[in-house]
Antibody, heavy 119, light 111 residues
Framework: QVQLQESGPGLVKPSQTLSLICTVSGGSISSGGYYWSWIRQHPGKGLEWIGYIYYSGSTYYNPSLKSRVTISVDTSKNQFSLKLSSVTAADTAVYYCARDRGGATLDYWGQGTLVTVSS | QSVLTQPPSVSAAPGQKVTISCSGSSSNIGNNYVSWYQQLPGTAPKLLIY???KRPSGIPDRFSGSKSGTSATLGITGLQTGDEADYYCGTWDSSLNTGGVFGGGTKLTVL
């Protein structure tokens, strides 16, 4: 059973960089076949797709966030990470990592982590 | 404003059937598979339907999906109070550089 777990600071100051890590267990990122994704949900709102990374390092980002987003992978640790720069209060959200089996079909999700942007 | 359009809310009595619609365009639903997710209060979304109408292991056959043209529909029969949740449709958008897209979500109330 694949499991994903997000970790990282729950509070980030405005203009700083939000950094989260997703640790995958029960399956290997380097085995290929899946896209490792980040999704966020603003308080009381719907889901927003942020982007994904393949084990090879190729990435695809939401164009509305592309200038501020970096997703990277560390196959030796079976982890992938999210960095979102120049954050504002509008980036306050629950951030989820998930496995995409293709075509934005997200079959396994982490429990999510709330990140608040505030001074 | 979400790329995919869902009704904000639907309701029905226990034991009844409900459908939730998801409308898109040729660049997303029209040419890609649709997934549906259930989000119970305070939890992460869970995959309910993938590839328009397939159910992952463990999802009861009370849940069904269909697609026609640029719209998709989630059906739930034999409603239970435990089905009260937010439901989201999602798919890939093949427009230049768009990526994954979701509907705005539908709140299901089981009266």
């Amino acid at each position: 059973q694949v499991q994903l777990q997000e970790s990282g600071p729950g509070l980030v100051k405005p203009s700083q960089t939000l950094s989260l890590i997703c640790t995958v267990s029960g399956g290997s990122i380097s085995s290929g076949g899946y896209y490792w994704s980040w999704i966020r949900q603003h308080p009381g709102k719907g889901l927003e797709w942020i982007g994904y990374i393949y084990y090879s390092g190729s990435t695809y980002y939401n164009p509305s966030l592309k200038s501020r987003v970096t997703i990277s992978v560390d196959t030796s640790k079976n982890q992938f990470s999210l960095k979102l720069s120049s954050v504002t209060a509008a980036d306050t959200a629950v951030y989820y990592c998930a496995r995409d089996r293709g075509g934005a079909t997200l079959d396994y999700w982490g429990q999510g982590t709330l990140v608040t942007v505030s001074s | 404003q979400s790329v995919l359009t869902q009704p904000p809310s639907v309701s029905a009595a226990p034991g009844q059937k409900v459908t939730i619609s998801c409308s898109g365009s040729s660049s997303n639903i029209g040419n890609n598979y649709v997934s549906w997710y259930q989000q119970l209060p305070g939890t992460a979304p869970k995959l309910l339907i993938y590839d328009n109408n397939k159910r992952p292991s463990g999802i009861p056959d009370r849940f069904s999906g269909s697609k026609s043209g640029t719209s998709a529909t989630l059906g739930i029969t034999g409603l239970q109070t435990g089905d009260e949740a937010d439901y989201y449709c999602g798919t890939w958008d093949s427009s230049l550089n768009t990526g994954g897209v979701f509907g705005g979500g539908t709140k299901l109330t089981v009266l």
